[in-house]
Nanobody, 115 residues
Framework: QVQLVESGGGLVQAGGSLRLSCAASGSIFSISTMGWYRQAPGKQREWVATITSGGSTSYADSLRGRFTISRDNSKNMVYMQMNSLKPDDTAVYYC?????????WGQGTQVTVSS
């Protein structure tokens, strides 16, 4: 069983930055692929970024250059640095962990970007 707890969301002005964190339980973190997703009001959940167990990263095209995903296997943590935030980035951001053993989601953290 894997538990994921996101933190770091909040209210920020356009152009500002936030760093989201996701704390993961379980001994399999270091071999898990981790990802961030988001869901804006009235919209479907969308993929934001992924980081593999080996540290390879990938991003949604529209976010590349502004968002950076990283992980610290010694702390069972995954992060997302978000810069130059826009009102369109307002959403609930979710952490995900998956592998052959299962697929797990956190409860999300709210990010609100004011204009």
């Amino acid at each position: 069983q894997v538990q994921l707890v996101e933190s770091g969301g909040g209210l920020v002005q356009a152009g500002g930055s936030l760093r989201l964190s996701c704390a993961a339980s379980g001994s399999i973190f270091s071999i898990s692929t981790m990802g961030w997703y988001r869901q804006a009001p009235g919209k479907q959940r969308e993929w934001v970024a992924t980081i593999t167990s080996g540290g390879s990263t990938s991003y949604a095209d529209s976010l590349r250059g502004r968002f950076t995903i990283s992980r610290d296997n010694s702390k069972n943590m995954v992060y997302m640095q978000m810069n130059s935030l826009k009102p369109d980035d307002t959403a609930v951001y979710y952490c995900r962990s998956w592998g052959s053993w299962g697929d797990y989601w956190g409860q999300g953290t709210q990010v609100t970007v004011s204009s």
